[in-house]
């Protein structure tokens, strides 16, 4: 099986915080890493192809420095690494990154599977996965739990999603691109092999005109959406400490949850 | 703006022909060429194999022709998910401010008679599909199928609610309508100077609130948190103008076939729509603290949720996971027991209306954001606190 994996190099999302004075982020002293969902779709194709053989791919779209989050996926077992990186895609927004990712694939010639973890913890839109399908016309499965069964001969495959009230089973033909949650699997150590070849692999690089990308549809000034404003979230909480012994605190949560009519429920 | 077609990569195929919902795109000679019925929806561009069409953007404006709110009904085995109402009180007031209709689309078979609530929750008209295929979800169909509405009838606001299916199959619609998506919304408004949709949501594990413009293509869309929003009054009797919407059209055959749903017996009320939820950490210490969570749970109809920590300790399942690499709620009432409240919990839960925590450690971060706060053994209080409502 040949397998596109998507990644995304993502600052320490606990650690960004706002300037008040400027009302910019702080970056300096966040520390970058890879976005824990892509260990997940990482594991998922590393075990397809201990199982099919093939090989794995590991691709990003980000600044020269993202070729160190590809290097790690070496590490861990992936074959080929390929950064898509151009001072033209800074900025995109989901649609943008959708498009210019759609564009990498179609670099990297044919694939059976591509794998995205179900969201980037720094945007959390969930948006690049099944926006990337649509702009490749192939089908997809967002969430997915399970792969109950792949048939690489038959060309299709079965797989458990997630959804909010339960799961759906759905089969799905290859090509295909599935989201994963981390339920799906443990990810695996990086090899001491892994951490060898990593040193050397040479990672390419792909910009604008190496992926005969539309100036128009990429980066800041292809996207749909644009920031207006970023603003410090209100502070909440309003921090009552209810003292006394169990039962008093008791009684005083349930007066107060009263008081705030959150109780009404089954509790009346 | 106009539609720019590369005669040298055209092979007149015919299959922008007949993407076209319009029947403005014509075979002359051997190339495709676009006549006056031409509206500049996009279909054609994304029809098109040899990527030979495409629109010039750099002058694309938000075209006037575009009107309307519009609310995704979601529904989910016939009945109307939670989201639909808030949707339909979220879609009624931004409709206000701008003037214009609110309406709602309802995917589904046999959903006819919920198409009633929707009207009596503030819908003018109801665009129905209502057939055997679209009985399950699938994201080619729904996707599909909301595309072509839109290219059809052109609202300039499109919500639909940031559940698990929504999440799926709005990303498709979208990049397929070559417009902006903004996910997970916990603030909409119209800035009444250029009457754009103002879309505010949270990002970096919600230290930062971003606010974002889809100033120049349409419709704006906008998936939208659950539970953040409220219903509007419900008015029973009140009506609007149902729109049947032919389910199948020529291009949309699914891909993907559904096999089963396995319904999630283990609870009455699941996370993304429960009022109440009581969650529990890593400071039960054994799986059976959430035997008492559980009680707790069912005595104020609410759901169970769980940290990270429990989860990975194997105390209870990944679908009550809360938190970053879990689930985000918004419900109006979160009791955190022995959950010390790390940042990618709070990211899942700091929406909520009202947050208890119970924590034996006073110095727990959980506290900052508590409302209430509650310091002790929570085997000795979730007890006491049952008992006290039991009476």
């Known amino acids: 099986m040949k397998i596109i994996v998507c990644i995304k190099q993502v600052p320490d999302t606990k650690n960004v915080r706002l300037d008040p004075a400027t009302n910019t982020l702080k970056r300096e002293g966040v520390e970058s890493m890879v976005n824990p969902f892509d260990l997940y779709a990482m594991e998922t194709a590393l075990r397809l192809k201990d199982q099919f053989g093939g090989t794995v791919t590991a691709l990003t779209m980000g600044p020269p420095q993202a070729e160190s989050a590809l290097r790690e996926m070496v590490e861990y077992g992936v074959d080929e690494t390929a950064l898509l990186s151009d001072r033209a895609f800074a900025g995109a927004d989901t649609w943008a990154t959708s498009y210019t990712l759609a564009k990498g694939v179609k670099k990297l010639g044919g694939f059976d599977l591509i794998v995205c973890g179900k969201q980037a913890v720094d945007g959390d839109t969930a948006q690049v996965g099944p926006g990337l399908a649509e702009q490749l016309d192939i089908p997809y499965v967002c969430f997915v739990r399970r792969l109950i069964e792949v048939d690489h001969q038959t060309r299709r495959m079965v797989v458990e999603r997630l959804m909010d009230d339960g799961s759906e089973v759905v089969e799905i033909p290859l090509p295909a691109l599935i989201t994963v949650v981390k339920e799906i699997n443990e990810p695996r150590v990086p090899s001491l092999r892994g951490k060898m070849k990593a040193k050397k692999i040479a990672v390419p690089v792909y910009g604008l005109q190496d992926l005969a990308a539309d100036p128009d549809r990429v980066g800041l000034a292809g996207s749909p959406t644009q920031v207006v404003q970023v603003f410090a979230p209100q502070p909440r909480g309003t921090r009552v400490r209810l003292d006394g012994r169990p039962e008093e605190q008791a009684e005083r949560l349930i007066e107060a949850l009263k008081k705030d009519k959150v109780l009404t429920i089954g509790a009346e | ?391």
């Open chain 2, 1 to 391: 703006m106009s539609l720019l077609i590369d005669s040298d990569l055209c092979t007149g195929c015919g299959a922008c022909v007949e993407a076209c919902p319009f029947g403005a795109v014509e075979i002359i000679g051997e190339t495709a060429q676009a006549n006056e019925k031409c509206n500049l929806c996009g279909a054609c561009v994304e029809a098109c194999p040899v990527e030979a069409i495409s629109i010039d953007k750099k002058e694309a404006k938000a075209d006037d022709g575009y009107q309307g709110v519009w609310v995704f009904a979601e529904q989910r085995r016939g009945r109307l998910a939670g989201v639909s109402f808030e949707l339909l009180g979220e879609g009624r007031r931004l409709a206000d401010k701008l003037g214009v209709s609110l309406s709602a689309v309802l995917f589904g078979h046999r959903v006819r008679e919920e198409a009633g609530r929707l009207f009596a929750y503030g819908a003018d008209r109801v665009y129905l599909a209502d057939d055997p295929s679209l009985d399950a979800f699938t994201d080619d169909l729904y996707g599909g199928l909301l595309t072509a509405l839109i290219r059809e009838r052109r609202p300039e606001i499109v919500l639909c609610g940031a559940t698990s299916l929504g999440r799926s199959f709005f990303p498709k619609a979208a990049n397929a309508l070559n417009t902006g998506l903004t996910a997970d919304c916990t603030g909409l408004d119209i800035r009444e100077a250029d009457r754009l949709l103002l879309q505010t949501r949270p990002a970096f594990g919600g230290n930062i609130m971003a606010t974002i413009l889809c100033p120049n293509r349409r419709p704006q869309m906008a998936t939208v948190r659950p539970k953040v929003m409220r219903p509007g009054p419900c008015r029973e009797g009140r009506t609007g103008e149902l729109v049947e919407v032919e389910p199948s059209r020529p291009g949309l055959v699914p891909k993907t076939r559904f096999i089963e749903f396995i319904e999630d017996l283990s609870e009455k009320v699941h996370l993304a729509e429960a009022d109440i939820i009581v969650a529990g950490g890593r400071g039960l210490g054994s799986a059976k603290g959430f035997d008492l969570l559980r009680e707790l749970a069912e005595l104020l109809g609410g759901a169970l949720g769980a940290s990270r920590g429990a989860v990975d300790a194997e105390w209870i399942s990944y679908a009550h996971q809360v938190g970053q690499t879990g689930k985000t709620v918004s419900p109006k009432l979160y009791i955190a027991c022995g959950i010390s409240g790390a940042v990618q919990h709070l990211v899942g839960m700091q929406s909520a209306d009202v947050i208890v925590a119970v924590n034996n450690d006073p110095g727990a971060p959980i506290f900052d954001v508590a409302d209430y706060g509650l310091v002790g053994d929570l085997y000795e209080i979730i007890p006491a606190v049952i008992n006290q409502l039991q009476r």
